[in-house]
């Protein structure tokens, strides 16, 4: 009976029959030696570690992995889905996992499509989100030079770039499976810097036969039990919470896991929360010691907080540029309380207690050795004043009404108002919101009141454009997906249009809420605000995507028009298809005041360098 039959039709029939591989390796059914192809071995291996599903566009470099997975998915115990570009397929990937947490594999050719992919992988490599990436590659034995190659008479090429990105293997000899999934799953699964990891196919392995049990290939690591420092540490730290007045904690990706404990210890501990255009969410928007977002484009109330802070306190925090103001954010601050799982991301800033461990048990420790009230009465008033002001400065935005602007014939919405729009209208339906790169993004993470972690997903690590659009397509990979809206900009959405088509051959329900400015204008904003002339970020072509998005069938395509009931109408409109849906919006773009969030912070970029490195260079922290 644990004999395995001879074809790979067989073979997976026979698996299916026996309930999948688990249950076959449970029946002690698999505990010979077999020798299977390399590519069926590792379909088995992934599915070992719970990974079944496959995205795909498959090339002369990855059709013996697409027959097994052929062969797999008829059998009933794999899912392909093919997309028309890489990048769009990375992103949907790394959304897949984020959003859903089911781990999958993205495959490609060799070349041209593995480096789309890889360079889509820069999302899941910022964020810190697991999946496979699996690459054709050139043959072992050197016989020539395989077409799409990278054209250097040298070994190993692509190992180097894709270990340069994060983990990587190339299947150089069969044999070497069972390592190269121990290492993947180290990746893919690691508690707290998990990422991409990269398996190089090369052409010639993948039909070479691997002799090995089935029951020794690696399984997904069990998580870890929490780490909490010493005692000793976490005293001192709350001694420091008791006897500073003025303190703020930043809140980075890593704190979303910690939302309950994470408001227990600023509650106790008197401090405002500033948060990262990643961890909306982590306290309630309307939560008194909620200062909203800091950094070069937060808020007046987060920055504030940051600028008087005397002790600043990091939870799952990497300090990224645009979040911490280059480093001068915390002009004030003596001392830093650093909490990460990360051994180097605590030691980040000088002056630093670290706390290495995960979030929500220390701050549960933390919030347990602090007195009931540590006096920070005068703190937070000043801070709630600031509060007030930002929440003014919004209002008079959503108020303003439609701006008129060069593009337009009509006055238009601004995007502070539609996205305030479209922000409540997905929490009233409790949808997913998905950000793409932009002012789009800026402007959502200062806008979006989200009162749990997980309402948003704003791809703040690599800013890639088109991710929001991409990503929007793991609602239809999802085992349970739920509706989304993707908020991009004319410049995104045209980075990945194909979602358009794979939207709809994937079922997608959810809508790609298109705000046109006809121009890239988060950068022309930048030049201007840094050069004083826009250039290159804008052209003349009108695009009607309305019509682009109605030419495929089963999408439902809508005109936003140019006020509040327009786009509420689309809105639920797109809401009502059970498809994907666009809504095409035009949005004012220029200098009146009203029309974005504005910008609070410093930034380490173009002719700001200067200044910004100077007091830098005078920073305590
Ligand atoms: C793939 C990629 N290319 C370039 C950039 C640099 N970039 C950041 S934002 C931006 C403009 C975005 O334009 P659009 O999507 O139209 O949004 P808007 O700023 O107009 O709201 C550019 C070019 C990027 N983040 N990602």
């Known amino acids: 009976m644990g004999t395995l039959p001879e074809t790979r039709e067989k073979r997976a029939a026979w698996l299916a029959k026996a309930g999948g591989l688990a249950a076959a390796i449970d029946k002690g059914l698999l505990s010979d030696v077999v020798s299977l192809p390399l590519t069926e071995a590792l379909v088995l291996g992934l599915m070992r570690q719970g990974i079944t599903k496959y995205l795909m566009i498959l090339g002369h470099g990855s059709t013996e992995l697409g027959e097994t997975l052929r062969t797999y998915e008829a059998a009933g115990l794999v899912k392909g889905y093919q997309f028309r570009n890489e990048v769009e397929m990375a992103h949907a990937g790394t959304a897949l996992r984020w959003v859903y947490d089911e781990p999958c594999a993205v495959v490609t050719s060799i070349g041209p499509g593995a480096l789309q992919a890889l360079a889509g992988s820069l999302a899941a490599a910022s964020n810190g989100v697991g999946l496979y990436h699996i690459y054709g590659d050139e043959t072992t034995h050197g016989e020539g030079y395989n077409m799409q190659q990278v054209p250097k008479p040298e070994q190993g090429l692509f190992g180097r770039i894709t270990g340069a990105m994060g983990a990587a293997y190339t299947l150089h000899a069969a044999a070497a499976l069972r390592d190269a999934l121990r290492r993947g799953a180290g990746t893919v699964f690691h508690p707290f810097r998990a990422g991409p990891f990269y398996l190089n196919l090369p052409l010639n392995t993948q039909p070479e036969t691997v002799t090995l049990r089935l029951d020794a290939l690696p399984v997904r690591p069990a998580t870890q039990t929490s780490m909490v420092p010493e005692d000793t540490a976490l005293r001192k730290a709350a001694e420091l919470v008791i006897s500073c007045k003025k303190i703020a904690i930043k809140t980075g990706g890593g704190a979303r896991g910690a939302a309950p404990e994470l408001r227990r210890f600023a509650e106790a501990a008197g401090a405002a929360v500033v948060l990262s255009p990643g961890s909306t969410g982590v306290l309630p928007d309307d939560h008194p010691q909620n200062m909203h977002v800091g950094g070069s484009k937060g808020s007046i109330s987060g920055n504030f907080a940051m600028e008087e802070a005397e002790l600043a306190i990091f939870v799952g925090s990497r300090g990224v540029c645009q979040s911490d103001c280059s480093g001068i954010g915390w002009p004030n601050a003596k001392a830093v309380i650093n909490i990460n799982t990360d051994p180097l991301d605590v030691q980040h800033y000088n002056n630093t207690l670290a706390l290495t461990g995960d979030a929500a048990p220390i701050l549960e420790r933390l919030a347990d050795l602090l007195p009931s009230n540590t006096g920070k009465r005068d703190w937070l008033s000043a801070c709630a004043a600031k509060k007030a002001e930002w929440r003014a400065f919004k209002q008079a935005r959503y108020t303003a009404g439609p701006i008129r602007d060069s593009v337009w014939t009509s006055p238009s919405l601004t995007q502070p108002q539609a996205i305030h729009a479209a922000d409540q209208f997905a929490r009233e339906r409790n949808a997913l919101k998905f950000f793409d790169a932009g002012d789009v993004q800026a402007n959502g993470f200062q806008v979006v009141e989200d009162n749990r972690p997980g309402e948003t ?69 930048l030049q201007l605000a840094q050069y004083g002339l826009d250039y290159r970020t804008n052209d003349g072509v009108a695009v009607d ?50 029309g974005g969030m504005g910008a609070y912070g410093s930034w380490n970029v173009g002719n700001w360098c200067a200044d910004v490195q100077e007091r830098y260079a005078g920073t305590l922290i």
Request: net charge negative.
């Open 457 to 525: 997903f704003t791809e703040s690590g690599a800013s890639y454009m088109g991710f929001a659009v991409s990503a929007l397509l793991s609602g239809g990979l999802a085992d349970r997906g739920r509706y989304g809206i993707a908020f991009t900009g004319d410049g995104s959405f045209m980075m990945n249009p194909q979602v358009l088509i794979d939207g709809v051959e994937h079922g997608v329900h959810g809508t790609i809420l298109l705000m046109d400015n006809r121009r890239m204008a988060a950068i022309s904003h």
């Open 545 to 594: 995507y309305v019509q682009m998005a109605a030419s495929i069938r089963g999408l439902k395509a809508l005109w936003g028009g140019h006020t509040l009931d327009t786009l509420k109408a689309a809105l639920a409109e797109a809401h009502a298809h059970p498809g994907l849906s666009l809504i095409h919006l035009p949005v004012y773009y220029g200098p009146d005041p009203l």
